[in-house]
């Protein structure tokens, strides 16, 4: 798909995510036209229709995913419906870039990989976080090697959510999980970006709040997880929808701080382009400004200048898989790193049943057998 031929698009889920990132990132991307909308509910994909002026929509993903007219396709429903809708987007032949958490167990999301590998086409897990310049120049500073040997991983997601309603992110059959699929999937993702694959962890879960927005919880407010990697680091992840008074969204308190032999790094999503360090033995943390070649993604469209940094990098998302789909080559993040967090994701839910470490397998994947398979 070389670029100036035009590239198709269906969304399918037409919700929240897919009106502030998936639709604005996609409009900055040159030969690219959203064809194909789908939301099962009708009165939701009428505004998106309203909203895009797109003209083929359909409440049902099969009206949309087997159209010849369609090259990729973005899958942006609540978690229960990823994995069928991109097995069948694939087996038609679509490059799918699909939401977090991947599926609703380690299992499903790798048969999704495997399945997209097998039928060629690119595939992307919408691991938003990893967009931060500042994020994307950490990984960079820590793969050069400035961090040394990686000792810490710490990550903490502190938000204010009180007990309002979540809709589908309530439910256990539509969600899987609360709070460890919905904030912590993506500091697991930074974990595994930053310290490499786990080999065992302990992890806890807890609902404080059995009922929001009048209707019942069945899902974790809080998660928390203790883990080694197998480069010999340690990781300790919280994440919590109960941090009262901390606010919402970036206004809330997303850090995470590496420790290493030859100095720490901090990194906080609000300070989307500076991050904090300290050398081993020195007076403490220094700010430093993230260089200019790391405010967007490589060769994306967006200018950084235009609009609030703190909204405007999620759109690089886009860009990266339209430009994976062109060089015909992996997307980053792809399934398979989508696949790993749940392989995390599952070995905590088991950790936090059985009150036991649990061991993740070769590569820090998952051989646990889950109850909730949603691939027929
Ligand atoms: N990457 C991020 O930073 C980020 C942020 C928010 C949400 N998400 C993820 O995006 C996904 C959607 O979240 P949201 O906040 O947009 O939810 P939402 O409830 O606002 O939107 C989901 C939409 O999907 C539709 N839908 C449900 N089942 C469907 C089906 N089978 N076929 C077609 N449409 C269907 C619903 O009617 C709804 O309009 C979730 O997986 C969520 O975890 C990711």
Redesign the pocket.
Known sequence: MPSGKMLNFAI???????L??HLPGLALCPDVKVTAL????AA?LERARQQTGVTITA???EDIVKRDDIHAVII????I??AP?ALDAIAHGKHVLC???LALNHADARAMAETADRAGVRHMT????RFVPAMHYLSHLVKRGDLGQLYHYRSCRLQDWGTRGL???QVKKLAGTGEL??MLS?RIDFAHLLAGPMQRLVANLKQWHPVRGGQPNDLDDWAAILAEFRGGGTGVLESSKLASGRNESWRSLDYVEVNGSERSFVFITGEWNKLQTGKVGGPGLETIEIPREFWKWPGSPRDPSQGDPLVTF?YDQAWEFVDAIRSQRPCVPSFHDGARALAVMDAAVRSAETRQWVELGESGTSNIKHPTSNIE
């Open positions: 399918v889920g037409c919700g929240g995510i897919t502030q990132n789908c939301d099962a509910d939701t409440t049902r993903h942006a429903t609540p978690n419906a990823h809708i939401e977090k958490p919408a691991f938003t976080y809709g589908w992110r699929g919905d993506h999620r």
